[in-house]
């Protein structure tokens, strides 16, 4: 992060929902990651459903601790797609999963997840998977069992190293663009609709 979009943050009011969305989110909503954890106050849960209400983005609730909300933000159509991938399918397969129902897949992790964050169970890896990371990567770090990364960025990198360093530089400049943006009085639902709409033009085009 630059030094000016830094002391942009620092600027800004760090317990708004928008600026946690633009902090935590930048790469799913400028259509670059298919999916981002989103933590909050629990007591903003509804501002962030009203919020992404018909946005584009879609939103699953995976726990409620204490006074924090933890939701998995995801771009549907996407992420039911790389679900598909033969690779991705057989990780799932080896962590118990019964079939690929983008729902029946949540509702099975997020049980998964609630026993991990009370200390009753390991860490769910497919986790990793939900969350849009390449499959190579989520199998190196099960592998390895965290250790033996060859880069550490967005997550820990097990293969195409410089390939996705470059991703992540990406991700790094739609957070700056999303915290400009949200600086200069731009809500965070405009935000998401500017980008949404960048796509779709995008996607007339080809």
């Not at 929902?17 to 007591?43: D, F, H, R, Y």
């Not at 200390?119 to 199998?139: A, I, K, N, R």
């Not at 550490?152 to 991703?167: C, H, T």
Request: aromatic share 12%.
């Amino acid at each position: 992060m630059s030094q000016e979009v830094f002391e942009l943050v620092q600027g800004m009011d760090l317990k708004s929902v928008e600026t946690q969305i633009a902090l935590q989110c930048a790469p799913l909503i400028s259509g670059l990651k298919m999916s981002n954890l989103l933590i909050v106050s629990a007591e903003d849960e509804t501002l962030v459903r009203m919020i992404l209400r018909k946005s584009g983005i879609s939103f699953y609730r995976l726990l409620k601790s204490g006074e924090k909300v933890t939701f998995l933000l995801f771009r549907r159509e996407w992420l039911e797609a790389y679900l598909q991938q033969k690779e991705v399918r057989a990780v799932f397969v080896a962590e118990g999963y019964q079939d690929y129902i983008l729902g029946n897949v949540f509702r099975t992790f997020q049980e998964r997840y609630k026993r991990y964050m009370n200390g009753g169970d390991c860490f769910p890896h497919e986790m990793g998977l939900l969350l849009g990371y390449p499959v190579e990567d989520v199998q190196g770090f099960m592998e390895n069992e965290g250790k033996n990364f060859l880069y550490s960025g967005y997550w820990k990198v097990y293969a195409d190293v410089q390939e996705k360093i470059k991703l992540f530089q990406k991700f790094e400049t739609a957070k700056e663009t999303v915290i400009q943006l949200l600086s200069y009085g731009v809500g965070i639902r405009d935000i998401i609709d500017i980008y949404n709409e960048e796509h779709e033009l995008r996607q007339k085009a080809v």
